[in-house]
């Protein structure tokens, strides 16, 4: 048996038992290396430690029951490739049948009069009890809580234990790259004690001490990351602003700014003026008036020589900012211009022309603002619209178009800030925390499917009164029986809700330009009912939409509930959202309870946090950071708050962790990042 001792980086063929036709099976696993296996962390663990009495297990569920073998029966074979095993065991007060289908090596394994701790549901038939298929533990065994992990075909529980295991007697460089100093600081174990008790826990305890090592090193690496990556940004020679007076753009706005909107115009444009790139996250929930901040950060640019480029994620939204741009910006001598996919090849000629001339100060537009072909004056500013449909890794590519401009990043997502903090950690976060005056809350009413006809009259009396209404459907990404389901809904509420209405449908299938198409209809007018699947949570301003549908309710996390309610309530008209439900349950009774209560997104989104659990709240991974292997942001809050305080207090002193007694930690950071980072 080769004993010798391993490094993380060794092959996993290096353990025994492991050859090439194996080592394929751990690699779909994403396991090809020594550390790669110790890395491969439990999914959850059978626990032996509190066995129950026969008596007292619970019929139908898991129990741990701990029994000395009393006899063997005679195996029976009931068909070709079917054997049953059966045996009689005894915890002292009760007999039980364990029934064990096609396996003589486990049935060998069992030996009268030896004690076993057994784990598996229980049958009672009479007065008869019966344990089918269970797992077995030795009676003097000391690993009594055993690891579970997950699996592919031609893969055991068993085989991957014995691995584990012999890679945690074997591995040599168990090197600590965490400072001393925070371990003590933050209590936490040895990096070996951890790596050993997440796989095999002497107990529950020194369990949760080795999750909170794992944890925070995952969590303090990430928060590292961001902040290199924002000491990176803050070092580039950005436009160095002189101070300009904000008076002629405040006074010709058709309202007044908010606090939230004075404060986080503040915070930009001090950025601005230190001659190093601003990186600034605006977060605001929708209606909050992001694009006043945007269009008052571009008016300052504009005054100092420099020019602005605006980046909305579809032609619709470049479209709207463009209009709401120019409104603001045009009478104050700022001349605005568009740039989308769908021009004339001579419309786009012109453009470019006025950009690269600089006659054109706020360039806004589509993916088409990222082209060779466009080239700038004097770029100064980059604002990009919805950053998290991009993601960390393609922050830059817009930016690269000047020498080091600002750059800020408008998201009508609202997320918590410890959160945000991780997911933008190379950002700085002004909040839009307040709503314009004069908005009017959206009324907000949760109903069964039962109350579906009523609710629909009320729709089609705000259609009479000249108002639209939008109906949203949940679809599954790739789900081809929800996308028939989406477009029969919309063809059946055309016959019969809304027949003498004007119906379009919306969904995410549909190619671009069909999509611009059905909602500038909309936009226009042109339709009264738009049926659509969540491809309208980041849409445009239709001030004349005054209800919002939302079908199957207990689909959609609370925050998307919201981004999609923010669809309305964005004219003069008192709005309406209407949560409709199959199934009123206790939980869903409770979200919409929080809905109708609230209209503050962060605080929603924090609501959304705890109730949604383990990786549901962001969907799918569209914020461009690592992947987490043990750690779980929706969860481990306290953690990472620790974990990102001690990553700022050790980048304030080495920003690049270029200190030789950090040289580990800069591996890690580097090693936890996608190798396309900007790290």
Known sequence: MNGSLLRGSDKITALNKIGQKRAQL?????????????????????????PVAIADAIEGEMNVVSVTVTRKLMPARIRKGM?????????????????????????DRLVVGEEYLLYGKLTVTGRKADMQSPLVLQGDSEDLIQPIYPLTEGLSQGMLRLSVKE???????????????IQRRCMLCAIRYAYENIHFP???HALSVARERLIFDELFMMSLGMQMLKYKNRESNAPKLRSVSLQPFSQSLPFELTNAQQRSISECLKDMQTGCSMNRLLQGDVG?????????????????????????????????????????????????????????????????????????????????????????????LVITDEQHRFGVNQRSALAAKGESPHRLVMSA????????????????????????????????????GKKRDSAFGFVAKELDAGRQAYIVCPMIEDSDSDLKSVIKYSEAVSRTAFKNYRVGLLHGKLPADEKERIMAQFQRHELDVLVATTVVEVGVDVPNATVMVIENTERFGLSQLHQLRGRVGRGKYQSYCILITE????????????????????????????????????????????????????????LMRKAQREAQLLCERDPYLEDIANAGLKKAVEELFDKGSDL
């Open 26 to 50: 751990y690699k779909k696993l994403g396991v090809e290396t020594v550390g790669e296996l110790l890395k491969l962390f439990p999914r959850g663990y059978i626990d032996y430690t509190s």
């Open 202 to 204: 002497k107990d529950n």
């Open 167 to 181: 890679a945690l007697r074997r591995i040599d460089d168990f090197s600590d790259v965490l400072p001393q100093e």
């Open 583 to 638: 199934n009123m349950t206790a939980e869903c009774r409770h979200r919409m309870e929080i809905l109708a209560h609230t209209t503050d997104g962060f605080k929603i989104s924090e609501e959304d946090l705890k109730l949604r659990g383990p990786g549901e709240f962001f969907g799918s991974r569209q914020h461009g950071l690592p992947k987490l292997k043990i750690a779980d942001m929706t969860q481990d809050i306290e």
């Open 413 to 448: 997502t609202p997320i918590p800030r410890t959160l945000a903090l991780m997911m933008f950690g190379d950002l700085d976060i002004s909040l839009l925390d307040e709503l314009p005056k004069g908005r009017t809350a959206i009324k907000t009413y949760g109903i069964t």
């Open 288 to 380: 909050s008036g992001k694009t006043a901040v945007a269009s008052a950060c571009a008016y300052a640019i504009t005054k100092n020589g420099y020019q602005t480029a605006l980046m909305a994620p579809t032609e619709i939204l470049a479209n709207q900012h463009y209009k709401t741009l120019c409104e603001f910006l045009n009478p104050l001598g700022v001349t605005v211009c568009l740039l989308t996919g769908s021009m004339s090849q001579k419309e786009k000629n012109e453009i470019r022309s006025l950009i690269r001339e600089g006659k054109c100060s706020v360039a806004v537009g589509t993916h088409a603002l990222f082209q060779e072909s466009v080239s700038f004056h004097k770029l100064g």
């Open 83 to 107: 054997t049953i095993y059966k045996l009689v065991a005894t915890d002292g007060e009760t007999d039980m049948t364990v029934t064990i289908y096609n396996s003589q090596y486990l049935f």
